[in-house]
């Protein structure tokens, strides 16, 4: 069984997640509620769940405050938020484990597989500061991004991405100071995540930094910081020229 406490100072909040779990997910065993940072806390202390259902916003202050009192964070973390677009695509940079206020189902009963797949730690205080500086930007541009790989994950500036090349199933990070990471996602996921973040797809194998572009050749290659090039696919060229010009 996998004991959870739900954490929301509202009421029918905490009645949504706790039914939908009775009824969907039998495997979750609810040992405590809480309305407030407070009050969360304490439930916490006394009862060492291995998942919480944290809200973000409550009256005596943030979900983020009751994570700042461990010194180490040993239980799962799925977020529930009525946050903006800008601060969703904070969680996501941030890989974490949310769901949008009004809870749907089937979000419910995925964030709670990935919990059951992903093994015993707790969550990391990295990705818990990461999360906390791109929400605070307030901005569609994110100042840092959690990698997944095979040893855990690894923490990027956005900034000092210069380009994401597929290696089949993952994606090659290449970063300044001749730096590489590999991810365990693939290519078309980080396309989706960074598409408003100045980067751009110029080829079905290559996502590049638009910050880091210094030019382009006619046999189709793209210039980048450091000596790096990608190739330009004849179907992203238009756009392309047109980003990089601003014609």
């Known amino acids: 069984m ?7 100072d509202e009421k029918l909040a905490r009645d949504v997640i ?3 779990l009775a009824e969907y997910c039998p495997d979750v ?7 407030s ?13 291995d998942l919480i259902f944290l809200d973000v916003e409550m009256p005596d202050g943030q979900g983020f405050d009751i994570l700042n009192m461990f010194e180490k964070i040993d239980f799962k973390i799925i977020f529930v938020t009525a946050y903006s677009e800008y601060a969703i695509k904070a969680f996501r940079f941030s890989a974490v484990d949310y769901l949008l206020k009004p ?4 979000e419910l009963v995925d964030a709670v597989a990935r919990v ?5 730690a707790g969550i990391n205080t990295e990705i818990i500061n990461s999360l906390l500086n791109n929400l605070r930007s307030n901005s569609p541009r994110q100042s840092t991004l959690i990698i997944p ?4 994950f690894e923490v990027l500036r956005v900034s000092e991405i210069i380009m994401c090349q597929a290696d089949g199933y993952c994606t090659n990070f290449h970063l300044s100071g001749s730096r590489k990471v590999v991810s365990s996602k693939n290519l078309k996921h980080f396309d989706g995540l960074l598409e408003d973040q100045n980067f751009l797809r110029v ?3 290559y996502l590049v930094n638009l910050d880091h572009v210094t030019g382009y050749t006619r046999q189709g290659e793209i210039l980048l910081s450091e000596g790096l090039k990608a190739f330009l696919g004849d179907s992203y060229k238009t756009e392309f020229v047109r980003r990089f010009t601003g014609k």
């Open 37 to 49: 940072v407070k009050t969360g806390y304490a439930a916490i202390q006394k009862t060492t769940p």
């Open 203 to 205: 080829h079905h194998s």
């Open 2 to 8: 996998i004991r959870a406490v739900v954490i929301d």
């Open 116 to 120: 059951r797949s992903a093994g015993p």
């Open 18 to 20: 706790c039914n939908y």
């Open 103 to 106: 809870v749907k189902i089937d």
């Open 29 to 35: 065993e609810i040992v405590a509620e809480a309305s």
């Open 149 to 152: 790989n095979i040893k855990g």
